[in-house]
T-cell receptor, first 110, second 118 residues
Framework: KNEVEQSPQNLTAQEGEFITINCSYS?????LHWLQQHPGGGIVSLFM???GKKKHGRLIATINIQEKHSSLHITASHPRDSAVYIC????????????FGQGTRLTINP | DTGVSQNPRHKITKRGQNVTFRCDPI?????LYWYRQTLGQGPEFLTY????????KSRLLSDRFSAERPKGSFSTLEIQRTEQGDSAMYLC????????????????FGAGSRLTVL
């Protein structure tokens, strides 16, 4: 079992829908990152969380440390949101590396 | 360009050849990371530098792999005697020590160097 599991692996939705991507992890962490990867490989860091909730534009990230779970929400989704969304955790042990989930491929159709 | 720069963007080589990738991090970032990503998978940690010191190295990094950051600025990742299983995207990222502890979100990735071993 991977230390970081994301669901769903693939998600297709219509423009305007509310999107939720989930991330569960099995190790103690000091922080959790949500990343966005577009075709061609470029990765953009969206959020880093250690507790609670963060919001940036139409993106909202939440984390529940006790339940070892985080969610990334996209409101009013748009085709330009189509990308792979990756959850990565910074374990308390080996705190300088990130452990990544497999990613969720999101496709927003017009 | 003030982002993380990686070169070359794509390298095609024959099995058994040596390849070297270069990463130029954001100039004020003292931490530098190398990750490897294969198709359909999330990135996997390879190694990490703080300034010129290589502080952590994954068991994924066999003795054919070596990484250096000689002056604490750019880094190179060399793969000797390449194998087809080395085909992957090699990603470099950098961050600042102070921003890591302040909680600021400044982990910055390069666009990656894609290796194809024939």
């Amino acid at each position: 079992k991977n230390e970081v599991e994301q669901s769903p692996q693939n998600l297709t939705a219509q423009e305007g829908e509310f999107i939720t991507i989930n991330c569960s992890y099995s190790v103690g962490i000091s922080a959790l990152h949500w990343l966005q990867q577009h075709p061609g490989g470029g990765i953009v860091s969206l959020f880093m969380l250690s507790s609670g909730k963060k919001k940036h534009g139409r993106l909202i990230a939440t984390i529940n440390i006790q339940e070892k779970h985080s969610s990334l929400h996209i409101t009013a989704s748009h085709p330009r949101d189509s990308a792979v969304y990756i959850c990565a955790v910074r374990p308390i042990q080996g705190a300088q590396k990130l452990v990544f989930g497999q990613g969720t491929r999101l496709t927003i159709n017009p | 360009d003030t982002g993380v720069s990686q070169n070359p963007r794509h390298k095609i080589t024959k099995r058994g050849q040596n390849v070297t990738f270069r990463c130029d991090p954001i100039s004020e970032h003292n931490r530098l990371y190398w990750y490897r990503q294969t198709l359909g998978q999330g990135p996997e940690f390879l190694t990490y530098f703080q300034n010129e010191a290589q502080l952590e190295k994954s068991r994924l990094l066999s003795d054919r792999f070596s990484a250096e950051r000689p002056k604490g600025s750019f880094s190179t990742l060399e793969i000797q005697r390449t194998e087809q299983g080395d085909s992957a995207m090699y990603l470099c990222a950098s961050s600042s020590w102070t921003d890591s502890y302040s909680g600021a979100n400044v982990l910055t990735f390069g666009a990656g160097s894609r290796l194809t071993v024939l």
